[in-house]
Nanobody, 119 residues
Framework: QVQLVESGGGLVQPGGSLRLSCAAS????????MGWYRQAPGKQRELVTN???????NYADSVKGRFTISTDNAKNAVYLQMNSLKPEDTAVYYC?????????????WGQGTQVTVSS
């Protein structure tokens, strides 16, 4: 069982940057994967990026070259560095973690943090 607490959201101008943080309640070393989803008003939830226990990464086409996911095992944290932000990046961003359990896989979710890109 793991709890996730997000921080770092806010208001930023187009072209600006934000860094989201997600702190886990225990070691993330043995987690299967961690990542970020986002959901804008009137749109479906979108997988932004994730990173596996093997350190391979995946990015949505809309954020490639602008967003970077990283982890810090010593701090039990995952981060999302967002650069060159666009108004269409405006959404609630959710951190998640997948754990391997006896029944298969279990997903934990952060509470979400609002990111607004506007001039």
């Amino acid at each position: 069982q793991v709890q996730l607490v997000e921080s770092g959201g806010g208001l930023v101008q187009p072209g600006g940057s934000l860094r989201l943080s997600c702190a886990a309640s225990r070691s993330i070393f043995s987690l299967y994967a961690m990542g970020w989803y986002r959901q804008a008003p009137g749109k479906q939830r979108e997988l932004v990026t994730n990173i596996s226990s093997g350190h391979s990464t995946n990015y949505a086409d809309s954020v490639k070259g602008r967003f970077t996911i990283s982890t810090d095992n010593a701090k039990n944290a995952v981060y999302l560095q967002m650069n060159s932000l666009k108004p269409e990046d405006t959404a609630v961003y959710y951190c998640y973690a997948d754990q391997i359990v006896v029944a298969g896989k279990y997903t934990s979710w952060g509470q979400g943090t609002q990111v607004t890109v506007s001039s």
